[in-house]
């Protein structure tokens, strides 16, 4: 394993770069736009998206799918995404496997979900009517979590790799995902990647976090920790140099900075995998 696929080094599409990288056309491969943000026809958001998407591959990345809840699926976010992804062109289409509200409610969280076989069957459904819908095949993201199901007959790598198999969708790995959950819930993170099947990951994301001591939460607001850097590096080992992706969300800081974090993910794995990776 360990050729070059995929799109290479990106990073996400945040309002406080939109200037700089149009102005100085940084050497970053490809962006992961929010799909949320550019819903709004006729926005300032999509009048800077549409001049970023002329010089570099997007990506769409979703919140609000909410594809494990129980209420119906959200046609008219759906129907939005589909005009957003013919305008665009992403490369592909992803969102997360949790749920995000019920009955209505929108809890603005990324919840996880109760790992059984009745969940994987509602929510492979509901994945592959969003597919028949989009008229492509999406990407699942794992969450980070802080609290479990008592319910949950399997570990979270094993139900991931389910819902896949039977909505034939693929895998948005988010190593720092990985690393968060395997502390809070005491697994070890290299028995998840290895659970995951190799052929579905199409991307990567790296992030910061903040770590409390008894409990790590997920804040996506600092540089990424050593130990998920080496978590990288064995994911790279297992999946070959996927798309990855760096994502920041909160104290972003200037590109320049995110640009030396994008380096530092793309040295690792010409490390990994020499002459392979575009230097
Ligand atoms: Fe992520």
């Given at each position: 394993?360990?050729?070059?696929?995929?799109?290479?080094?990106?990073?996400?599409?945040?309002?406080?770069?939109?200037?700089?990288?149009?102005?100085?056309?940084?050497?970053?491969?490809?962006?992961e736009a929010l799909s949320e943000n550019y819903l709004?026809?006729?926005?300032?958001?999509?009048?800077?998206?549409?001049?970023?998407?002329?010089?570099?591959?997007?990506v769409l990345h979703g919140v609000s799918l909410s594809i494990?809840?129980?209420?119906?699926?959200?046609?008219?976010y759906l129907?939005s995404l589909?005009?957003l992804a013919?305008?665009?062109?992403?490369?592909?289409i992803s969102d997360h496997?949790?749920?995000t509200?019920?009955?209505?409610?929108?809890?603005?969280?990324?919840?996880?979900?109760?790992?059984?076989?009745?969940?994987?069957?509602?929510?492979?459904?509901?994945?592959?009517?969003v597919?028949?819908?989009?008229?492509?095949?999406i990407l699942l993201e794992?969450?980070?979590?802080?609290?479990?199901?008592?319910?949950?007959?399997?570990?979270?790598?094993?139900?991931?790799?389910?819902?896949?198999?039977?909505?034939?969708?693929?895998?948005?790995?988010?190593?720092?995902?990985?690393?968060?959950?395997?502390?809070?819930?005491?697994?070890?993170?290299?028995?998840?990647?290895?659970?995951?099947?190799?052929?579905?990951?199409?991307?990567?994301?790296?992030?910061?976090?903040?770590?409390?001591?008894?409990?790590?939460?997920?804040?996506?607001?600092?540089?990424?920790?050593?130990?998920?850097?080496?978590?990288?590096?064995?994911?790279?080992?297992?999946?070959?140099?996927?798309?990855?992706?760096?994502?920041?969300?909160?104290?972003?800081?200037?590109?320049?900075?995110?640009?030396?974090?994008?380096?530092?993910?793309?040295?690792?794995?010409?490390?990994?995998?020499?002459?392979?990776?575009?230097?």
């Amino acid at each position: 394993m360990g050729t070059l696929t995929g799109l290479g080094f990106g990073l996400g599409l945040r309002t406080d770069h939109y200037q700089a990288i149009l102005e100085s056309k940084p050497r970053v491969d490809w962006f992961e736009a929010l799909s949320e943000n550019y819903l709004i026809p006729g926005g300032k958001p999509l009048y800077f998206l549409d001049r970023v998407r002329a010089n570099y591959p997007v990506v769409l990345h979703g919140v609000s799918l909410s594809i494990g809840s129980s209420d119906p699926l959200d046609e008219t976010y759906l129907q939005s995404l589909k005009q957003l992804a013919q305008r665009i062109e992403p490369a592909w289409i992803s969102d997360h496997l949790c749920w995000t509200g019920v009955a209505g409610k929108n809890l603005h969280d990324l919840m996880p979900l109760p790992y059984t076989e009745e969940v994987i069957e509602h929510v492979a459904g509901r994945v592959r009517q969003v597919q028949d819908f989009l008229g492509r095949r999406i990407l699942l993201e794992n969450v980070s979590s802080y609290v479990e199901f008592r319910q949950s007959c399997m570990s979270e790598w094993e139900f991931l790799t389910e819902v896949c198999r039977r909505a034939d969708c693929l895998i948005l790995l988010d190593v720092n995902n990985i690393y968060v959950s395997a502390f809070n819930h005491g697994f070890d993170a290299l028995d998840y990647l290895n659970g995951i099947p190799v052929d579905r990951v199409r991307q990567m994301h790296l992030a910061g976090h903040d770590h409390c001591g008894t409990h790590i939460i997920d804040t996506h607001d600092a540089a990424i920790v050593d130990p998920v850097w080496s978590l990288y590096k064995a994911a790279l080992r297992r999946f070959g140099v996927v798309s990855t992706m760096i994502e920041r969300d909160d104290h972003i800081p200037p590109l320049a900075e995110l640009l030396l974090e994008l380096d530092q993910a793309r040295s690792i794995a010409e490390e990994a995998f020499p002459n392979q990776v575009a230097a």
